[in-house]
Nanobody
Framework: VQLQASGGGLVQAGGSLRLSCAAS????????MGWFRQAPGEERKFVAA????????YYADSVKGRFTISRDNAKNAVYLQMNSLKPEDTAVYYC?????????????????WGQGTEVTVSS
């Protein structure tokens, strides 16, 4: 699976962005998907995940209630809708795919990664 994230940009605090992750390969629907982010000088951290059929989702506490992860298996895509953005959400966002029995928040369990898309939230 090859992944390509897009949709990042510069937005004011309180604004919204929708990130997209396009996947290649006919087996996309078998993968659990996740979004991670890495701020300057920090480690890459979990943001959100959902399982292969999109029925179960999980969020980091820092984004719960503001971000929504979803997928469209017919389009081989996963999305991250980000609302009420804060300056601390500024980071490079990565999508990732995991071929496992259930979604995971553990970075090392993801098998494939996109190249990242940069999000900057100004105060």
């Amino acid at each position: 699976v090859q992944l390509q994230a897009s949709g990042g940009g510069l937005v004011q605090a309180g604004g919204s962005l929708r990130l997209s992750c396009a996947a290649s390969g006919r087996t996309f629907s078998r993968y659990n998907m996740g979004w991670f982010r890495q701020a300057p000088g920090e480690e890459r951290k979990f943001v959100a995940a959902l399982d292969w059929n999109g029925r179960n989702t999980y969020y980091a506490d820092s984004v719960k209630g503001r971000f929504t992860i979803s997928r469209d298996n017919a389009k081989n895509a996963v999305y991250l809708q980000m609302n009420s953005l804060k300056p601390e959400d500024t980071a490079v966002y990565y999508c990732a795919a995991d071929y496992g029995a259930a979604f995971t928040t553990t970075i090392f369990e993801y098998d494939y990664w996109g190249q990242g898309t940069e999000v900057t939230v100004s105060s």
